[in-house]
């Protein structure tokens, strides 16, 4: 059974941290990528980053570059997501998800998601 737990939400201020793990079992880790999305409240899903599990490539969406740093611990099929400088405007439910292939994308259309984790972000 695919699963992907994500942990590591919660309420911080603004200007703060959070990290993020999504530990994956039940597929091939290095068959696939792995990306972060996340929505908030009355608005569509969007692509945060992606990383590339088998050689480690990342990609980030335009708003979040320079604050957030995707990595992947391949040996625990574990990734993460280390969100810096964090902005009121970074509250959403942030999942993960898994495509097949070594194509790295921001849509959301992978095969697939976790449960999600609330990351809220107070002004």
């Given at each position: 059974e695919v699963q992907l737990?994500?942990?590591g939400g919660g309420l911080v201020q603004a200007?703060?941290?959070l990290r993020l793990s999504c530990a994956a079992s039940g597929f091939t880790f290095d068959d696939y990528v792995i990306g972060w999305l996340r929505q908030a409240p009355g608005k569509e899903r969007e692509g945060v980053s992606c990383i590339g599990s088998s050689d480690g490539s990342?990609?980030?969406a335009d708003f979040v570059k320079g604050r957030f740093a995707a990595?992947?611990?391949n040996?625990?099929?574990t990734v993460y997501l280390q969100m810096n400088s964090l902005e009121p405007e970074d509250?959403?439910?942030y999942y993960c998800a898994a495509m097949y292939g070594s194509y790295?994308?921001?849509d959301p259309l992978y095969d697939y998601w976790g449960q999600g984790t609330q990351v809220t972000v107070s002004s």
């Open positions: 737990v994500e942990s200007g703060g941290s990342t990609y980030y990595s992947s611990d040996a625990n099929k509250t959403a439910v790295c994308s921001l």
